[in-house]
């Protein structure tokens, strides 16, 4: 009896561990975005992925900073072309719009994301999903959990304090 209401007791926790909907990345880059040259500093972000969990997805927002070659983030240049009384942010987001199906891939980009004039990498800190249900989840990237959502990239120690 002890084995059997363990067992469904197992089972239903690791049922309810798997049952949101989870995304792996395997791509999450910064591309040069003006073919023509016109806009030298302009980056695209690309990305690929896949739905892991088993529910359909309706948002998924990928928060991310551009890192320099020293590991600092620095601020997209888009801000003072754009409004000069916009304080410029170290942080981007870039907001995926499904529906996304469960254990389907999908790639997708962001023309214009980025502006900057030196070598940046996309590093993503933080992913929010919205099932198509309307419930939400929030998933922090740590150092331990990178490989799981972004197997593609290595962990940076990303220094938000300096830098430009």
């Known amino acids: ?21 989870q995304v792996k990345f395997s791509k999450f880059t910064f591309k040069k975005d003006s073919p023509m ?9 690309d990305t690929k992925f896949e739905v892991t969990g088993d529910r359909a997805l ?33 942080y981007r987001m870039i907001n995926l719009t499904g529906p996304f199906e469960p254990r389907k891939k999908y ?7 980025f502006f900057y ?3 940046v990498t996309a590093f993503p800190f933080k992913i929010e999903l919205k099932y198509m249900d309307g419930e939400e989840e929030v998933i922090d990237i740590t150092k331990e959990n ?19």
């Open 37 to 45: 040259g016109m806009y030298p500093t302009r980056k695209m972000t």
């Open 146 to 164: 990178l490989t799981k959502f972004f197997p593609c990239l290595k962990w940076i120690d990303v220094n938000v304090e300096d830098g430009f």
């Open 117 to 119: 004039k030196l070598k």
């Open 58 to 90: 309706k948002y998924i927002h990928v928060f991310y900073y551009g890192v320099n070659q020293v590991n600092d983030a620095v601020s997209s240049d888009i801000y003072g072309a754009v409004n000069a009384n916009v304080e410029p942010t170290k």
């Open 1 to 21: 009896m002890k084995k059997i209401l363990f067992t469904l007791i197992a089972t239903l926790f690791l049922s309810v561990g798997t049952s949101f909907g």
């Open 107 to 113: 790639s997708r980009w962001a023309s214009g994301s």
